[in-house]
C-alpha cells in the first residue's frame, strides 16, 4: 500500500472501489438493529455505541475490518502514525476532514488560547464519500489525520490499513482537536489551510463497540 509500489497500489484501488455492501453481507440498519447487536455480555449492554467495529482479519503486515456508524455519529480526529490506509464506503454517506502534519515554526506561534501542547497542521480537504465514491486514502505524510462523520443516516466503509495499530511499535492511536472556531461569515473558510491542533485524551461520548462480521471468510 506504499505509494512507491506503483501498480500494486493502483489495482488494490480497483479491487477496493468495486467492493459493495451486499459482498460482505451487509444492509443498512435502524437504530433498533444496532441495539440488538450492541447489546448481550458487552459492557455497554443497553448502552448503543456511537460505532461499531467487525473484526476481519489483521497480520504483523495489515489490518481489515469494517467500521458502522449510527446517524450522526462521528470518529473524532485522529492520526495513523507511519501507516498508509484506504476506507471504502459501503453504505451511507460520510464527510471526511483530512490534514497532514507539519513541522513546527517558530515563526507562527500557536493560539494563545491552546491549554497544551500544539501541532501544526495542514487542512486539505473536507468533501462527502458514498458508495459511489472512489477510496479515500491516506499515507504516513499525506492525509493522515482525519475525522469521519456521518451524514445524514447510518454508514459503514471497510477500512485498510498497513501496517496495522501497535503502541508497542509506535504506532499508537492519538486524538486531536481544532483550535479555531466557526467562521465569522457564513461561508466555510478556503481549503487547503495552515491550522493548529492539540492533542486530547479520547472524547467521552466517542467509543467503539465490536461486532460479528457476517461476510465471506479471508484465508491469507
Known amino acids: 500500500m506504499q505509494q512507491d509500489l506503483g ?24 437504530p433498533s438493529a444496532a441495539a440488538a447487536a450492541a447489546g448481550g455480555g458487552f459492557p455497554w449492554a443497553g448502552v448503543v455505541p456511537p460505532v461499531s467495529y467487525m473484526h476481519i482479519c489483521e497480520t ?12 450522526g455519529a462521528c470518529i473524532p480526529l485522529h492520526d495513523h502514525p507511519g501507516m498508509n490506509g484506504m476506507l471504502k464506503v459501503l453504505y ?7 490534514m497532514d502534519t507539519l513541522p513546527a515554526a517558530a515563526a507562527a506561534p500557536p493560539p494563545p488560547a491552546a491549554a497544551g501542547p500544539c501541532h501544526r497542521a495542514l487542512y486539505r480537504s473536507r468533501q462527502h464519500y458514498t458508495p459511489a465514491s472512489p477510496p ?11 475525522q469521519i462523520d456521518a451524514v445524514d443516516g447510518p454508514a459503514a466503509f471497510l477500512d485498510i490499513l498497513a501496517p496495522p ?13 481544532l483550535l479555531e472556531g466557526p467562521p465569522a461569515g457564513a461561508e466555510p473558510l478556503a481549503l487547503p ?8 485524551p479520547q472524547a467521552a461520548d466517542f467509543w ?3 461486532e460479528p462480521y457476517p461476510g465471506p471468510r479471508v484465508c491469507l
Open 7 to 30: 501498480p500494486n497500489l493502483h489495482r488494490l484501488q480497483q479491487l477496493l472501489d468495486e467492493v459493495r455492501a451486499e459482498d460482505l453481507h451487509l444492509a443498512p440498519r435502524g
Open 60 to 71: 504483523e503486515s495489515f489490518s481489515m475490518g469494517v467500521f458502522l456508524l449510527r446517524s
Open 92 to 98: 451511507g454517506t460520510l464527510r471526511i476532514a483530512c
Open 136 to 146: 479515500c486514502l491516506l499515507s504516513p505524510h499525506t492525509d493522515n489525520l482525519h
Open 165 to 177: 495499530y501497535d503502541p508497542q511499535h509506535g504506532r499508537d492511536c492519538h486524538y486531536y482537536r
Open 193 to 200: 489551510r495552515e491550522v493548529w491542533l492539540t492533542e486530547t
Open 208 to 210: 467503539c463497540g465490536g
